[in-house]
């Protein structure tokens, strides 16, 4: 039997778990259980749904020491982050066990007497959610929580980067009530899980699919899911960027920049792609940001480091591959070397052993231009680009020019130009004076173009991805009323003038 073995990226050496790889098989006889399932829970009142909600949010919060520590030790991200990731479920959960009171219809008026309209939320049915391993607690709760609570089931595919934590996520669900076969979790391999999405959707027995990662799988997934007539919920890549006008608080650009760009070592969706100094504060800003980060700390995620090991060797792969994209006319800047981080290309003060986990240098930039690969390519990792721009114009269209449109931001202290900003970027997001990350649970989140289908998680807005409307008429005059036919005319004067 193949297995996925996950390893502590900090210290290659801790093997955290080992667990069974999923075929394609048993995501569909997965899928076909939790469509059984979904049929007595969409039946329970979703007040006692919300319930269920409440109790999972109450676990997570006596867990969430627990789950943080295994999130830091898992996937790598430092623990304060870590925390942070967990209480993001936490709100969810606060955020959608109220909605089981709420879920509101609407009730309309009929153009006919003696009749009424009605619209209701009626669940989809059985999801798949697959996720990406950078968020693995946040992430998956955005769609588990609203999926459970409107009375869908739920297949997940976490990353086989962080079975552990899903395995935690998924036994606290369990706990608080959720019925074994309503969330069913299993770690397959991206071939074996496009392949049992397949099977799952030409037998009929799942109604949505979820997907948080790249664009090119995002756009596979888009285009099988779309052959069978379904809309996926799709959050993608990013190349976020961040504009800092000469206005600005440089003091908060620093700060907000060193977070976007170097915050859980680039890995988010909404890490910082390209800041656009404006020419006037340009070399300024950019030799005090080179020299916070070359200051910063890097190294142990339980210690107090700006960032710690990338979630593993593929995604440092990736990493060194994107420096391939740096050119002739850009400028290096930002640590002691570029790459992974090893004893032999050790980086300034770095906290613990390098040569024991997956670390990699963090790298700015500079002298990005729109036409360079850079200017257009999602890096996912602690490379931050910096360009120049002399107009606000010119940085929005800046901003929008690469195709994709998740997070953005713009550091100002004219409120004309964060108008004109928040009216000109493409991105679903908008930071003013703010990091590109660090998005709130209870706001729309999701993109545009390359980012995604312009479906959007959290808060209200994700109901309409896990319910879809039913309209109901009752006509009780006893007789037929035909709509648009049988209508009664008020008399009026037409030529009437005073
Ligand atoms: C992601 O990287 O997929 O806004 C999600 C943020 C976090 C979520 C990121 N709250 O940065």
Redesign the pocket.
């Known amino acids: 039997m193949s297995t996925f073995v996950s390893l502590n990226p900090t210290d290659l050496s801790d093997v955290v778990t080992e667990v069974p790889a999923a075929k394609a098989s048993d995501i569909v006889d997965a899928a076909r259980r939790a469509k059984e399932a979904q049929k007595a829970w969409a039946k329970m009142p979703a007040p006692a749904r919300g319930r269920v909600i409440a109790n999972a949010g109450r676990l997570f919060e006596k867990n969430k020491d627990t789950l943080s520590r295994l999130v830091t030790r898992e996937m790598g991200k430092v623990f304060r982050e870590a925390q942070g990731d967990v209480q993001?479920v936490i709100d969810t959960c606060d955020f959608f066990l109220g909605e089981g009171r709420r879920l509101y219809g609407q009730t309309v008026p009929s153009e006919m007497p003696n009749k009424n309209l009605f619209t209701f939320r009626k669940p989809v049915g059985t999801t798949l959610i697959i996720t990406?391993g950078?968020?693995p607690a946040?992430?998956p709760s955005w769609y588990i929580i609203p999926a459970l609570l409107t009375g869908n089931s739920v297949v997940w595919k976490p990353s086989e980067y962080t079975p552990a934590i899903s395995k935690a996520m998924t036994d606290i669900f369990h706990a608080a009530g959720v019925p074994k076969d309503l969330l069913i979790t299993l770690i397959a391999d991206g071939k074996e899980t496009f392949k049992g999405m397949e099977q799952a959707l030409e037998q009929g027995l799942i109604n949505k699919v979820g997907f948080?990662g790249s664009t090119e799988v995002g756009r596979l997934i888009g285009s099988k899911v779309g052959e069978y007539i379904q809309s996926p919920l799709l959050?993608l890549g990013g190349k976020n960027p961040m504009v800092v006008m000469p206005d600005a608080n440089l003091e908060l650009v620093l700060d907000g920049a060193t977070f976007a760009g170097f915050g859980t070592a680039g890995q988010?969706?909404?890490s910082l792609g390209t800041m656009w100094l404006h020419e006037d504060i340009y070399d300024r800003f950019l030799a005090a940001y080179a020299s916070r980060i070359e200051n910063e700390k890097v190294g142990d995620p339980m210690q107090d480091v700006l960032f710690g090991p990338m979630i593993g060797e593929k995604y440092a792969d990736s990493h060194e591959h994107n420096l391939k994209m740096i050119a002739g006319h850009h400028q290096v800047h930002g640590s002691t070397g570029v790459g992974r981080i090893t004893a032999s290309n050790p980086r300034n003060g770095f906290v613990g052993d390098p040569d024991k986990g997956v670390f990699v240098h963090p790298t700015i930039v500079s002298g990005i231009k729109a036409g360079d690969e850079l200017y257009y390519t999602e890096t996912f990792g602690p490379l931050v680009g910096v360009g120049k721009f002399k107009t606000l114009d010119e940085a929005i269209e800046l901003s929008n020019g690469h195709g994709f449109g998740l997070?953005s931001a713009i550091y100002t202290s004219d409120p004309n130009s964060v108008w004109l900003y928040r009216e000109g970027v493409s991105a679903g997001m908008v930071s003013i004076n703010n990091s590109t990350?660090?998005?709130e649970?209870h706001l729309p989140?999701g993109g545009n173009g390359n980012s995604g289908n312009g479906s959007r998680q959290s808060g209200i807005w994700v109901l309409d991805q896990f319910t879809s409307w039913q309209s109901m008429n009752w006509d009780w005059s006893g007789k037929l009323q035909k709509a648009q036919i049988d209508n009664e005319e008020v008399p009026h004067n037409p030529d009437f003038t005073i």
């Open positions: 993001e990406a950078n968020f946040a992430v948080t959050e988010r969706c909404t997070s990350s660090g998005a649970a989140f």
